[in-house]
């Protein structure tokens, strides 16, 4: 009988754990609010030196860029997909400057447009906060799945897309987004459930334990 206990005091404790640990770091997010506060087209980045977009953002505002891929980019052709890498660089109201390699992937088959595919960030100087949300893996290093980060100034930030290989064009539209996100829970009332798990399981073993110790006690008096 004290077996089956403990192994369900156990059971218990670890079903608690697991569930209250799951729950506490699942997190969605809702966006709340979301300004465009730049954008161009091709046809006013045609003519310019640099293709670059400024916007204004409040401390702890995230900033989004968007940008459309040329009708006149070409991929270079790969095992499987077309691809096409561009730098971008985000100077924040500080002068700093965020240095990303960004990544476009068509599949090689496909007719559709070039889609982001990767973000990886080259030199960061603490204008934005790149979320943990935001993160992909792939074979071990760090991407973002957009580029996507928290303002920690007030200002304007600007952005600009660098030219390279491929890009025989200005993107067809280039824009900063200002977001306001809220983070919900959607398995808070899982956590408490989880507590209540553990404690019958911390209760059981505890139980046993004492009621094992006790009789050894009784047993050792009687010899």
Known sequence: MRKDLLVLGVI???????AVSTAANIEEEKIVL??????KTASELINMTDWSVSGNY?????????????????AEPAQGYHYIIVNVTICDPEGDKTQLRVEFRKDAMAVHNLELFSVEIISSCG?????????????????YW?????????????????????TFGPPEILKLESLVVERSN??????????????????????????????????????
Not at 187 to 194: A, D, H, K, N
Request: hydrophobic fraction near 40%; avoid cysteine; proline fraction near 3%.
């Open 58 to 74: 409040s401390k702890g505002r995230r900033l989004r860029l968007v940008i459309q891929p040329g009708n006149d980019w070409m």
């Open 12 to 18: 218990l404790l670890f079903v608690g754990i697991v």
């Open 34 to 39: 979301r300004e465009t506060v730049g954008r």
């Open 127 to 143: 204008g934005l906060t790149f979320e943990k949300s935001n993160e992909l893996t792939i074979n071990g290093t760090t991407y």
């Open 186 to 223: 959607p398995y808070w009332l899982v956590i408490p459930v989880g507590v209540g798990f553990m404690v019958a399981g911390l209760f059981l073993l505890v139980w046993v334990w004492k009621s094992s110790k006790h009789k050894k006690r009784a047993k050792t008096s009687i010899h």
């Open 146 to 166: 957009e580029i996507s980060g928290v303002a920690n100034y007030d200002g304007v930030y600007n952005a600009t897309v660098g030219k390279s290989w491929g």
